[in-house]
């Protein structure tokens, strides 16, 4: 079992409308957890950190459930420049700053 | 934010040949570097964790003699792929630690490498 999963998509969305995308983890012992968002053949790019009470930022809203183990990703109001891929990162304190990436959750924004 | 570079960008290179990539932090120090590599359609993948003055952590599965790392500053690390492969060819990106929590990881732009 990988130890970060995700939807690949791609997620087709119309332009104005909302998307939103799970991703689960299996370690227990996670402690942060962020969104990257990668466009193609480029680097990823920290999109938000996800905090226990969740948080948002400006029309991207992220959530944790640490019981079901798995944080969410909802994007309002989708804009072209939105279509990227979407990656779920985990980090364990133990394991000092490495992050664990999940495999993206493609996002296609279409007129 | 922190501003890390990468050089080559892309590099083509006959199969058995060395290749070196760099990895700078340009407008702060980095006393931990990660090397990812990242096959097309697939996840970024830990490789080694790179420390300034001690030998990098290599992930399982990583050969440390076919992958040398070299972290000698705290604003350079290098990655030499030995003796590369066709199955070699990937998108490597570096990644370094500002500071000393998990989000303050910024990457490199990577470097595409084609071994043929």
């Known amino acids: 079992r990988k130890e970060v999963e995700q939807d690949p998509g791609p997620f087709n969305v119309p332009e104005g409308a909302t998307v939103a995308f799970n991703c689960t983890y299996s370690n227990s012992a996670s402690q942060s957890f962020f969104w990257y968002r990668q466009d193609c053949r480029k680097e990823p790019k920290l999109l938000m950190s996800v905090y226990s009470s969740g948080n948002e930022d400006g029309r991207f809203t992220a959530q944790l459930n640490r019981a079901s183990q798995y944080i969410s990703l909802l994007i309002r109001d989708s804009k072209l420049s939105d279509s990227a891929t979407y990656l779920c990162?985990?980090?364990?304190?133990?394991?000092?700053?490495?992050?664990?990436f999940g495999g993206g959750t493609r996002v296609l924004v279409k007129p | 934010g922190a501003v890390v570079s990468q050089h080559p960008s892309w590099v083509i290179c006959k199969s058995g040949t060395s290749v070196k990539i760099e990895c700078r932090s340009l407008?702060?120090?980095?006393?931990?570097m990660f090397w990812y590599r990242q096959f097309p359609k697939q996840s970024l993948m830990l490789m080694a964790t790179s420390n300034e003055g001690s030998k990098a952590t290599y992930e399982q599965g990583v050969e440390k003699d076919k992958f040398l790392i070299n972290h000698a500053s705290l604003t350079l690390s290098t990655l030499t792929v030995t003796s590369a492969h066709p199955e070699d060819s990937s998108f490597y990106i570096c990644s370094a630690n500002q500071g000393i929590r998990a989000n303050e990881q910024f990457f490199g732009p990577g470097t595409r490498l084609t071994v043929l």
């Open positions: 407008d702060f120090q980095a006393t931990t």
């Open positions: 990162v985990v980090n364990i304190k133990a394991a000092g700053n490495k992050l664990t």
